[in-house]
């Protein structure tokens, strides 16, 4: 009568073991996929400074050309 308490709280401690282990397992996919989203975000904020960059350079041609027409 005394081992059944002992076993049923052992029980509980493997049941909480295999649900963190799964938390963990998600927590590790999430932090992956976060990464994975910082790293595309900065590429996408360089192409955008490229295609900044490249507005300003059409601007300032237009700009000359603007000027030597008048």
Do not use: F, W, Y
């Not at 397992?25 to 910082?38: C, L």
């Not at 490229?50 to 050309?65: C, F, K, P, W």
């Amino acid at each position: 009568m005394s081992d059944e308490p002992i076993n049923l709280v052992l029980e509980h401690l493997k049941a909480i073991r295999i649900e963190l282990s799964a938390v963990r397992d998600d927590v590790r996919e999430i932090k992956h996929r976060q990464s994975d989203m910082a790293r595309q975000l900065a590429g996408l904020r360089r192409e955008q400074a490229g295609d900044a960059e490249t507005i300003a350079h059409v601007e300032s041609r237009m700009d000359r050309l603007g000027e030597r027409i008048e």
